[in-house]
């Protein structure tokens, strides 16, 4: 039990003094996952608004296949990715296997069918009555696809902001395809992980404190962008 | 301008319009009239092309709207439409405003001046700024009328512009359209359940009854001479009956309705089957048994209901047949009438209107 307090008072004194290695492992982590999430975005909006906008056989049985996809367990991604990405596989060639690019990709197949199955809701939620308007008022395909995209802003960041959370917080893919190297694509997560099993604890807890307010941030920021 | 050929549309199995076929002039006000549900937005979607019909030709400007995406967007940019129940994007009533002009790429300093004339149009000034979600109906109305307004469409689609509106407002809409129409010769297509909206406003009066056009006219002729008993009830006929031509000399017909005779100006051959039609304010009431007018028909009765409309009197008299009069309170005072009084009920033979029943 006092392990445990002193556990907490040593983490207190980690991130009060800002130790270096707390840090560093701190902004991998956000730079990784931020930049996961943005190209994630600009891949899984357009998607997102092909599927709505378009009529094609298939079209519901695609959506179920994605909403699935919400609960892509991450190892699997990991996996995925890995093979993609290692010697054998057919991206091998790129040398991404335990970089910080190949993190980076790994997250962004993480969240990719969460934000597709969130634009979707998002631009569902828009009315029939905007789109006739916008039709009517000469848009032309692309830009009624546009418009009905910024009518949608607020409901596809909120979804952008739950990939965020996803990526930040996993630690299959970025254990697998990142390999946890000191110094180079140890995150928080992975972090965690071995310096739990190595009976680290202090390090641990105040690596696990900066991780619950970012997610508390993030969570505050989801619901400020669905006050709008 | 806008040519309907044998237009159908249906909506899965349910039939909304059934072969409808008309067209609209170049710098006219068409009027649909018809109760709700009979497919009057349904032609304002289908001729916005927001909506495709199951068959039949849509031509606007001569060009078939059957046509590619980008030919259907270039004729969509010379109309517009006023919805009846307008829906405002997310942003102030500026960016609004501005939609249609952004879409065809107007540059910005002209789009700001635009916005605000429209804007002064619609007397809105200073609105730019506010929040468009957050508006009245009534002002929302006015922001979709602006921005209607804003591309100087050619056509000018409104449903029910005014039905969401308090009677200043609507007298400020309809003000702004025949402006419109005079001004800028805008060819202006509008639909109404407000019969005197529609007189007030159309060239032509088109009446949509179940699904079907049943009669494209000028008010006059829809008001005075509606073509059947459907049309002459929805554009406020309320004495209607069904008789038949007993004899006609040069031109003034007895008609036999019921067993009363009466006599009404028309074309008609003895023998033939008719219809007839007085308009409530036609008929000329006297009090008491004495009095009768000058006019052909007389006919006694007793007067069995007074209901107030407005400043007039509708008074149903049983004189064998019900007759409706409505009459202004004032002569319903002079008079000295009453429920239950006697009254003759007098009408000129020209007052009537015959229509021939095709069985």
């Given at each position: 039990m006092n392990e445990i307090i002193e556990g907490f008072i040593q983490a207190g004194e980690l991130i009060i003094s800002l130790d270096p290695e707390v840090l560093e492992i701190t902004a991998r982590s956000l730079l990784i996952s931020l930049a996961a999430t943005l190209i994630a975005s600009l891949i899984a909006i357009p998607i997102g608004g092909f599927i709505h906008f378009r009529e094609f056989g298939g079209k519901r049985g695609l959506i179920t296949i994605i909403q699935t996809l919400y609960a892509l367990p991450t190892v699997i991604a990991g996996l995925f990715v890995f093979l993609l990405l290692s010697r054998v596989g057919p991206f091998g060639f790129l040398g991404l296997l335990f970089t910080p690019v190949g993190m980076i990709i790994g997250q962004t197949v993480l969240v990719i069918p969460l934000m597709v199955g969130m634009t979707l809701i998002a631009l569902s939620g828009v009315k029939q009555s905007i789109q006739d308007e916008v039709v009517s008022l000469g848009a032309t395909t692309a830009q009624t696809v546009a418009t009905i995209i910024k009518e949608a802003r607020f409901a596809i960041m909120g979804g952008v902001i739950l990939g965020f959370g996803r990526a930040i917080s996993e630690v299959g893919a970025a254990m697998i395809i990142g390999g946890n190297i000191r110094g180079y694509t140890r995150v928080l997560t992975t972090a965690i992980a071995l310096e739990t099993s190595m009976g680290n604890i202090a390090f641990s807890i105040a690596l696990g404190i900066i991780l619950l307010v970012i997610a508390m941030i993030v969570t505050a920021a989801l619901f400020l962008v669905q006050e709008r | 301008m806008i040519e309907l050929v044998s237009v159908c549309k249906r909506f899965g199995g349910k039939e909304v319009l059934r072969d409808l076929t008309f067209s609209v002039q170049k710098g006219e006000i068409f009027t649909l009239i018809g109760p709700s549900g009979t497919g009057k937005t349904t032609i304002l979607r289908l001729i916005n092309m927001l909506d495709d019909p199951t068959s039949g030709t849509i031509l606007i400007d001569g060009r078939d709207t059957k046509a590619s995406e980008g030919e259907r967007v270039m004729l969509r940019r010379r109309m517009s439409v006023v919805f009846q129940k307008p829906a405002a994007l997310r942003g102030n009533v500026?960016?609004?405003?501005?939609?249609?002009?952004?879409?065809?790429?107007?540059?910005?300093?002209?789009?700001?001046?635009?916005?605000?004339?429209?804007?002064?149009?619609?007397?809105?000034?200073?609105?730019?700024?506010?929040?468009?979600?957050?508006?009245?109906?009534?002002?929302?109305?006015?922001?979709?009328?602006?921005?209607?307004?804003?591309?100087?469409?050619?056509?000018?689609?409104?449903?029910?512009?005014?039905?969401?509106?308090?009677?200043g407002s609507t007298e400020r809409i309809e003000n702004l359209i025949?402006?419109?129409?005079?001004?800028?010769?805008?060819?202006?297509?509008?639909?109404?359940?407000?019969?005197?909206?529609?007189?007030?406003?159309?060239?032509?009066?088109?009446?949509?009854?179940?699904?079907?056009?049943?009669?494209?006219?000028?008010?006059?002729?829809?008001?005075?001479?509606?073509?059947?008993?459907?049309?002459?009830?929805?554009?406020?006929?309320?004495?209607?009956?069904?008789?038949?031509?007993?004899?006609?000399?040069?031109?003034?017909?007895?008609?036999?309705?019921?067993?009363?005779?009466?006599?009404?100006?028309?074309?008609?051959?003895?023998?033939?089957?008719?219809?007839?039609?007085?308009?409530?304010?036609?008929?000329?009431?006297?009090?008491?048994?004495?009095?009768?007018?000058?006019?052909?028909?007389?006919?006694?009765?007793?007067?069995?209901?007074?209901?107030?409309?407005?400043?007039?009197?509708?008074?149903?008299?049983?004189?064998?047949?019900?007759?409706?009069?409505?009459?202004?309170?004032?002569?319903?005072?002079?008079?000295?009438?009453?429920?239950?009084?006697?009254?003759?009920?007098?009408?000129?033979?020209?007052?009537?209107?015959?229509?021939?029943?095709?069985?």
């Amino acid at each position: 039990m006092n392990e445990i307090i002193e556990g907490f008072i040593q983490a207190g004194e980690l991130i009060i003094s800002l130790d270096p290695e707390v840090l560093e492992i701190t902004a991998r982590s956000l730079l990784i996952s931020l930049a996961a999430t943005l190209i994630a975005s600009l891949i899984a909006i357009p998607i997102g608004g092909f599927i709505h906008f378009r009529e094609f056989g298939g079209k519901r049985g695609l959506i179920t296949i994605i909403q699935t996809l919400y609960a892509l367990p991450t190892v699997i991604a990991g996996l995925f990715v890995f093979l993609l990405l290692s010697r054998v596989g057919p991206f091998g060639f790129l040398g991404l296997l335990f970089t910080p690019v190949g993190m980076i990709i790994g997250q962004t197949v993480l969240v990719i069918p969460l934000m597709v199955g969130m634009t979707l809701i998002a631009l569902s939620g828009v009315k029939q009555s905007i789109q006739d308007e916008v039709v009517s008022l000469g848009a032309t395909t692309a830009q009624t696809v546009a418009t009905i995209i910024k009518e949608a802003r607020f409901a596809i960041m909120g979804g952008v902001i739950l990939g965020f959370g996803r990526a930040i917080s996993e630690v299959g893919a970025a254990m697998i395809i990142g390999g946890n190297i000191r110094g180079y694509t140890r995150v928080l997560t992975t972090a965690i992980a071995l310096e739990t099993s190595m009976g680290n604890i202090a390090f641990s807890i105040a690596l696990g404190i900066i991780l619950l307010v970012i997610a508390m941030i993030v969570t505050a920021a989801l619901f400020l962008v669905q006050e709008r | 301008m806008i040519e309907l050929v044998s237009v159908c549309k249906r909506f899965g199995g349910k039939e909304v319009l059934r072969d409808l076929t008309f067209s609209v002039q170049k710098g006219e006000i068409f009027t649909l009239i018809g109760p709700s549900g009979t497919g009057k937005t349904t032609i304002l979607r289908l001729i916005n092309m927001l909506d495709d019909p199951t068959s039949g030709t849509i031509l606007i400007d001569g060009r078939d709207t059957k046509a590619s995406e980008g030919e259907r967007v270039m004729l969509r940019r010379r109309m517009s439409v006023v919805f009846q129940k307008p829906a405002a994007l997310r942003g102030n009533v500026y960016e609004n405003v501005a939609l249609g002009l952004k879409f065809r790429g107007t540059p910005a300093g002209e789009v700001r001046q635009r916005v605000s004339e429209a804007l002064g149009l619609v007397g809105l000034e200073g609105y730019e700024e506010r929040n468009a979600t957050t508006l009245s109906g009534g002002e929302l109305q006015r922001v979709a009328i602006a921005r209607a307004l804003v591309s100087r469409p050619e056509i000018l689609l409104m449903d029910e512009p005014t039905a969401n509106l308090d009677p200043g407002s609507t007298e400020r809409i309809e003000n702004l359209i025949l402006t419109q129409n005079r001004q800028f010769g805008t060819t202006i297509v509008l639909s109404t359940h407000d019969m005197i909206q529609g007189q007030r406003l159309a060239t032509r009066i088109a009446v949509i009854l179940d699904r079907e056009l049943r009669q494209v006219g000028d008010s006059r002729e829809i008001f005075y001479h509606p073509g059947s008993r459907e049309v002459a009830r929805m554009v406020g006929v309320e004495n209607i009956f069904d008789g038949r031509i007993i004899a006609n000399e040069e031109g003034l017909a007895s008609i036999d309705v019921g067993g009363f005779t009466i006599f009404a100006t028309c074309p008609y051959p003895a023998g033939s089957s008719v219809t007839v039609f007085i308009r409530p304010e036609e008929l000329l009431l006297l009090g008491g048994e004495k009095g009768r007018s000058s006019a052909r028909n007389n006919l006694l009765g007793t007067i069995s209901r007074v209901t107030p409309i407005g400043p007039n009197i509708r008074i149903q008299v049983d004189a064998g047949v019900l007759l409706v009069a409505v009459i202004t309170r004032r002569s319903y005072d002079d008079l000295g009438l009453s429920p239950g009084a006697p009254v003759y009920c007098s009408f000129k033979a020209s007052a009537l209107h015959v229509v021939e029943r095709v069985r």
